[in-house]
């Protein structure tokens, strides 16, 4: 949120004595965009990491009854495919914002990508985490067939405590975007 206040900042100076160049406001607008695409991109790849990881241990165990226990796998893996897919609409959203236009209309284009954002953390991320929690629940009791007891027991720590690492990443991105949305909102009315 500090880079953008910064933004706001210089653009605001163009208009008094102090005049700064466009360059350098268009030049911080585009460090700002490029931060939040990388952001983008990592959890993407994050995620994509994840969905291999799930697909080769999926694989590798060889889960005693494949045909039957194949729901569970694909409402994780795909649960998460359709995350990095929103990931990667959301990336391109942002994208197209147009630093180089005037503040009020950039700043009007950015609460609007915002509030966008917090649909999709508030309606599309709620439902693909529990059907990634059914997916997992319902791999259970082919796990607990299929492999030791203690692997049984690693792969129910190691699930919950993932589950509990990704709502914690989700969490903390919701909150700093919230924190940007409303800072947005609050610059509209200026500049």
Known sequence: MKTFEEIESLWNQQGGGKAQAPEEFIEKAR??????????????????????????FFVSVSVANFNQSLLGASLMAGTLVIRILME???KARFAKLDETENFRSYTSKAVTFYNWRKKVHFVATPVLIGLYATGF??????FKKGVSTGFYNYIIFSGIAF???????????IRKELEMLK????????G
């Open 88 to 90: 990667a609409v959301s």
């Open 183 to 190: 800072y947005l909102k609050g610059s509209e009315g200026e």
């Open 31 to 56: 460090k700002v965009k490029k931060k939040v695409i990388r952001e983008h991109l990592w959890t993407q790849a994050i995620l994509a990491v994840t969905v291999l990881v799930l697909v080769v």
């Open 163 to 173: 589950l509990v690492f990704f709502c914690i990443l989700i969490y903390r991105q």
């Open 137 to 142: 629940i319902l791999l259970l009791p082919y």
